[in-house]
């Protein structure tokens, strides 16, 4: 009981089952897969095969993830089954079963999926992998059992699984291959730390009596085994690393393992209330900061709030859950007319979203500067950040960053004017480019200022060119 209690306050659970995503119809569909395949492993029967097809086919719809709990199910199946068949026992049970579950989850994809595109030949798909370019070649007339788009959405998974770079993020750290231990990072840093502590805890405790030979027990060694290798299949190839909710439907996995290890526990505990109720209360307390906002959700380790941009990133802290929101939650701070998300830093109060201000959407660089020298006054509502810049952290700013060294030689090109400090130059609409040059003794700031036209500004080279940046 105390498990699913403290299951279902889990902030990463119910802040994902209110989006429309597809993590909580898989975790939900994956547990339900598990049931019923436990189930027909242990009886052939017709009825745990339709189940068992039933729950595939909607892991199939949910996520493509299905195909890797497909490969370790049949692993499992035969490796439980084959006893029976070095005796030729249960043998047509088995292919009959094997039916079952091919075509129940079949129907069930091709009724998601309107039967569209259900028989297309092989030869018709419009492949990007050489590889199922290859397949094609050598059965162009197959006709394909299922929709068009799933299969197409195979081919460019696999494509997007070629992919060199991604825009991983974790503990304030650019991955663009991935690092092995995101997810564990997460689990540590997002999960909280009451039901954190009892899976450790019952997985041990379950460990330690895996000996007993109970049917429980070999059901709990399989769906360890299957939360096992979930976690390390995304750990360690899957190089796109976004946030917690690729691997959110191990948890209940875990869970379920964990209780049998702590059941044994409390079995010889005479007073199991109080320990009961300590975790329940640090799980309250967790949540408590995160009445309406539980995407954002992070554990005590992560404190204080303000600075979780520091460890966590993505869909982690921000998903877009607050943009709705923000326009009325500034007017009733107080906050209208601070600048919000600006190229860079601007003297006094700035607002920065705080996947804006970690680099989520390859700008990791842009604000590197702040991320290291300033410190937030305050969180809003976790997603944005407000800063205040002093004027001599805004000077350091442009000294460190904005400013740049001058060419020992100019390159050639139409010289408009030499400026000196609070000069004044206009340029005629006949004037289609021209290089200006700006002369201070010190550190100094140039205003530009234009009714119309694009300025292209930015450091020249040798060239004439420049690294530019537009101002329209």
Known sequence: ILVI???????????????????????????????????????????WAFATGLTLGLLFVSKYTASFILGAAILVAFASWISSFHRLRCLGQFLLSLVIVAVTSCFVICLFYLWVG?????????FFNPQFREIQQIMPWLPVPLPYDFISGFDHLSMAAKRDQWNNIILGEWHGQGIWSYYLIL??????LALLVISIVG??????????????????????????????????????????????MTLPLFLIVASSGLEEIFRYKKNVKIPAAVLLTLALVEIAQFPINRLSFSNILVSPKREAFR??????????????????????EGLEGVPINPHHILLGLNIFPVNHLIGVFWNFEQHRWARANLPPIRHLNHTELLFYVSPQQFLQFLKEERALEPLSSLPEGDLLSEIAENG????????????????????????????????????????GSCAKEKLE
């Open 203 to 248: 997985i041990c405790r379950y460990l330690g009596s895996i000996g007993n030979s109970s049917k429980g027990k070999k059901e709990g060694a399989g769906v360890l085994l299957l939360a096992v290798l979930l976690f390390l299949h995304f750990s360690l190839f899957v190089k796109v690393q976004v946030g917690y909710r690729y691997v959110l």
């Open 311 to 332: 460890y966590l990133a993505d869909s982690n802290l921000d998903w877009g859950q607050n943009r709705g929101k923000r326009a009325q939650f500034f007017r009733e």
């Open 5 to 47: 209690v403290l299951l279902s306050l889990e902030p990463n659970l119910t802040a994902h089952s209110s989006l429309l995503t597809t993590d909580i119809p898989f975790s939900a569909s994956l547990l339900l897969f598990m049931y019923s395949f436990l189930r027909l492993n242990e009886r052939l029967q017709p009825v």
């Open 424 to 463: 004044d130059v206009e340029l005629l609409k006949s004037d289609s480019r021209k290089l200006l040059r700006f002369f201070a003794e010190e550190n100094g700031v140039i205003q530009l200022k234009g009714n119309r036209g694009v300025i292209e500004l930015g450091p020249a080279s040798s060239d």
């Open 118 to 126: 259900v028989g297309t030949p092989l030869g018709e798909f419009h």
């Open 187 to 192: 689990m540590f840093l997002k999960t909280p």
